[in-house]
């Protein structure tokens, strides 16, 4: 409970007495640009065929890979005859093997490079500007992450030419992110004509706008920052995902299967009918592959909490193998998290 209270409290000197509220006034349009940074897994991944063809990585695109589809197809249906045997965990599994059919691009190497070579849309500040996003010239994927871009926008903080949007590979841990803000940072100065920008980090999007600031605060670039739940001090996620504890509500869930799918499927149907008992169960059954599936995601360590994070590092990832993810993760909970407080002070002082 104490640590909630601080929590909270940290979040409000941090939107109001540290870094300020960028968008207070509404009568006066907001003049520096405004860079929003999206939560965990909120971009759009791909890659590019050696025909120069453009493949979904991420999220799995199920209608694009028929062949996958179809070659799975099989086991997903004994798993939903399954269900009526009371096997809601090989549902689970059947679900999960499929995804990881369909996403191989998403599995990293144990230093935490991605095995095959993805890439998200380039931080072009031409082209990541919300006035440039909406007119429709570029088609944008998962457009549920520009929200808090098009709210700046719609109710007049700020122009949408001045509006930017941050793409990244949110498999990467904060310390690497970090450093790609701070190059996409300097292409939207140029690009404005600016000497500062303002951040709008939302939840592992703070994270990486507080590692930023952490490291690079001398660059002097950053005139507000606005933190929306951010994860400074790590989450449970990390423990959910691969000590298989995954609890999600079963209303997220079927949200995010029907965002998957793009529609409402049989599957979902199914779900909304299920027990909170066979809810449990089928997660059980997904546990095991996410665990795999993720395992060596940089962005998993950065997310947890400082006092899991010794204990997954342990169990997961080999000293030697994973040297570099490690020492990048020991950096962001033993140098940047203890000194988010300290940080935004002297933020405040330049």
Known sequence: MLKKIVCIILSLVIIFSVTGVAFAEKSEKYDTPVIVIPGFMQTALRTVTEDGIIEKVWLPDFLGKPEVLIEDLPQL?????????????????????????????????????????????????????????????????????????????????????????????????A??????????????KEYTGKDKVTLFGVSYGGQIAEAYLHFYMDDNDVEKAV?????????????????????????????????????????????????????????????????????YWGAVYSLTTPELYENLKKTFLDETASAELIKRNDIIHYEVMPQVQNTLLKCQEK
């Not at 310390?175 to 292409?187: H, Q």
């Open 77 to 173: 249906i004994i798993s939903l005859f399954g269900v009526f045997k009371d096997d809601p965990e090989g549902l689970g599994d059947a679900l999960m093997e499929l995804i990881a059919d369909l996403a191989p691009g998403m599995f990293c190497n144990p230093d935490g490079t991605s095995i095959y070579p993805v890439e998200h849309q380039e931080n072009d500040p031409a082209k990541r500007n919300m006035a440039y996003i909406k007119s429709g010239e570029e088609n944008v994927d998962m457009q549920a992450y520009y929200t808090f871009a098009n709210y700046i926008c719609e109710n007049g903080y700020a122009d949408a030419e001045n509006v930017f949007v941050f793409e990244y590979d949110g498999r990467m841990d």
């Open 227 to 295: 933190l929306q739940v951010p994860s400074l001090g790590g989450t449970n996620f990390a423990d959910r995902i691969l000590l298989g504890k995954v609890e999600f509500a079963l209303d997220d869930v079927i949200d995010i299967a029907e965002s998957i799918m793009k529609s409402d499927t049989e599957f979902n149907r199914i779900l909304k009918d299920a027990s909170p008992e066979f809810f449990s169960r089928f997660l059980n059954g997904i546990s095991p592959r996410l665990s795999e599936f993720a395992r």
């Open 175 to 188: 310390m690497i992110l970090a450093d790609e803000l701070r190059t996409f940072i300097g292409r939207v």
